[in-house]
């Protein structure tokens, strides 16, 4: 009788949290250096305002530019809030072993998430009323 050797089967690798929060930093990284050098597109090599008309860089004029460099930031905002979310323990636990007085507080019982939203839900309401004053108060020409 021929004995075949079976080849063990492969294991798969479990990603990990460590795995994830590394590739979160890469893409964070990326999407910044993307960010940062948008911005000194439209800031620098465009001319500034209204003299902008029937300019093109690599077929994008001043108005595709400025939409790019919109579009990274909310994909920078998005990963940033993304990120804390997925370090939110860790942020909790030492705003909570710096600041409280009862380290019995320090405990997570569920509460922490509930004041991220509400952190979350107050500075996205802040930055809708700065928006809303600067629409309301804009000058026209």
């Not at 939110?88 to 320090?106: E, F, L, M, N, Y």
Request: hydrophobic share 50%.
């Amino acid at each position: 009788m021929e004995q075949t050797k079976t080849a063990a089967p492969k294991s798969k690798k479990k990603i990990t949290k460590t795995d994830v929060n590394f590739w979160l930093d890469v893409f964070l990284m990326v999407v910044f250096v993307v960010l940062l050098w948008s911005a000194v597109v439209v800031q620098y090599v465009f001319p500034p305002g209204p003299k902008t008309e029937g300019w093109t860089l690599w077929g994008g004029d001043y108005q595709t530019w400025c939409g790019i460099q919109f579009g990274t930031l909310c994909l920078f905002a998005a990963s940033v809030v993304l990120h804390v979310m997925l370090h939110w323990t860790w942020v909790c636990g030492v705003v909570a072993s710096r600041w409280a007085k009862d380290r019995s507080a320090a405990k997570d019982d569920g509460i922490r998430t509930l004041w991220g939203v509400g952190l979350l839900i107050a500075v996205l309401n802040v930055i809708g009323i700065g928006v809303a004053i600067a629409k309301l108060t804009v000058v026209a020409p």
